[in-house]
């Protein structure tokens, strides 16, 4: 049974799809063990301790600096023996020990097609804006393992989404998380439960159809 402790900062949608497939046999041999939060606010704690998942507040704000704070949740990471950590809408840089730590271990959903729409500056309703102000046709969504680089690690998968007439950011951020994010993130952690994934020389290959 994969151990996932899912990492978040707002609203939880991931999350809440990552739940609902469990839930629903979509994905298996996984059990979501903990959920963190850099945020107090973050609705997706609610929607963690609505499913009896312990939900754990690591902010940096409570630290004296950066450095601090990347041992203590490493450390906070450690004690709870992942097999598997989720980025689901997580806007805290992962800490370089956490990675070194974890490695090929933690993945991240990312809303658009990289390497189009990411890196610093570009998370949550931002790449959206973006998108639409550079008048792209198609963006999407992509799920990767996470390395020291920012969005930089082997791709897992794609989705393609169609920008649409009279889109706005919030109005394409909620169709690809429909179309793309919320089928995605639960059929990579399915298949990564179930060893259908594995990375040769950096790249990420299916070992079996999913179909
Ligand atoms: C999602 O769109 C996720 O892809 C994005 O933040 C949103 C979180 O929504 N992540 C990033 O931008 C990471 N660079 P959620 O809290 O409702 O899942």
Redesign the pocket.
């Known amino acids: 049974m994969l151990r996932i402790v899912v990492c978040?900062?707002?609203?939880?949608?991931?999350?809440q799809a990552v739940l609902d497939a469990i839930d629903a046999g979509k994905i298996t041999n996984a059990q979501v063990a903990a959920v963190i939060s850099n945020s107090a606010g973050a609705k997706?704690l609610q929607r963690a301790r609505d499913h009896h998942i312990p939900g754990i507040l690591m902010s940096p704000k409570e630290y004296s600096d950066r450095e601090a704070y990347n041992e203590a949740f490493t450390a906070q990471m450690a004690g709870l023996n992942p097999d598997l950590i989720v980025?689901?809408?997580?806007?805290v840089r992962i800490p370089p020990q956490m990675v070194q730590r974890f490695p090929d271990r933690i993945i991240?959903?990312?809303?658009s097609l990289i390497p189009s729409f990411?890196g610093v500056g570009?998370?949550?309703l931002k790449?959206h804006e973006k998108v639409l102000e550079r008048g792209v046709k198609v963006t999407g969504?992509t799920v990767h393992f996470v390395n020291e680089g920012m969005?930089e690690g082997p791709i897992i998968a794609q989705k393609a989404v169609y920008i649409e007439e009279n889109d706005t950011p919030e109005l394409l951020?909620r169709r690809?998380?429909e179309q793309a994010?919320w089928v995605l993130l639960p059929q990579a952690i399915d298949d990564i439960a179930n060893g259908r994934l594995e990375i040769v020389d950096g790249h990420v290959r299916h070992r079996e159809s999913r179909v």
């Not at 978040?8 to 999350?15: I, R």
């Not at 991240?108 to 809303?111: A, F, L, S």
């Open positions: 978040v900062s707002g609203g939880g949608t991931n999350l997706a980025l689901a809408g997580f806007l991240n959903i990312h809303p990411c570009y998370y949550g790449v969504a969005d951020q690809v998380m994010e």
